[in-house]
């Protein structure tokens, strides 16, 4: 259900990493959501039924500060405003907290799909052993 990603490939590789960190600051801070409190999670669709899982599995915290951050991004949408430079939200603490959630879930229903596909047969008694 999630996009893929070449995180994984840019992580194995410090060179590469070094040279995209500032492209994806650059971009990050260009998109614009950090300037209105937001992290990259709280811009993830909800109408998926993996992310409703995942935001109720959410701790009671997490869903508190997600709800907060998403309403006052809202306010501050609505009045055309942005929020003071030292209350933005700065790399560091744009961390995933739900796409960990959704990866699990993900995982937990390939599982079950692949559970109920299972198809159960007899095993064949062998003829020589009488039975």
């Known amino acids: 259900?999630?996009?893929?990603?070449?995180?994984?490939?840019?992580?194995?590789?410090?060179?590469?990493?070094?040279?995209?960190?500032?492209?994806?600051?650059?971009?990050?801070?260009?998109?614009?959501?950090?300037q209105l409190g937001l992290r990259a999670d709280d811009l993830l669709p909800e109408e998926n039924d993996v992310v409703q899982t995942a935001l109720k599995r959410l701790q009671p915290k997490a869903a508190y500060d997600r709800v907060f951050r998403l309403r006052r991004a809202l306010q501050l949408s609505m009045s055309h405003q942005l929020l003071p430079k030292e209350e933005w939200t700065k790399p560091d603490e744009d961390v995933p907290y739900l796409q960990t959630l959704i990866e699990e879930i993900e995982t937990e229903m390939a599982e079950r799909e692949d559970l109920e596909s299972l198809v159960v047969s007899k095993r064949k008694r062998n003829a020589e052993s009488g039975h």
């Open 1 to 34: 259900m999630s996009a893929p990603s070449l995180a994984p490939y840019i992580a194995k590789r410090p060179w590469l990493q070094r040279w995209m960190k500032p492209l994806s600051n650059w971009y990050c801070n260009a998109a614009g959501y950090r």
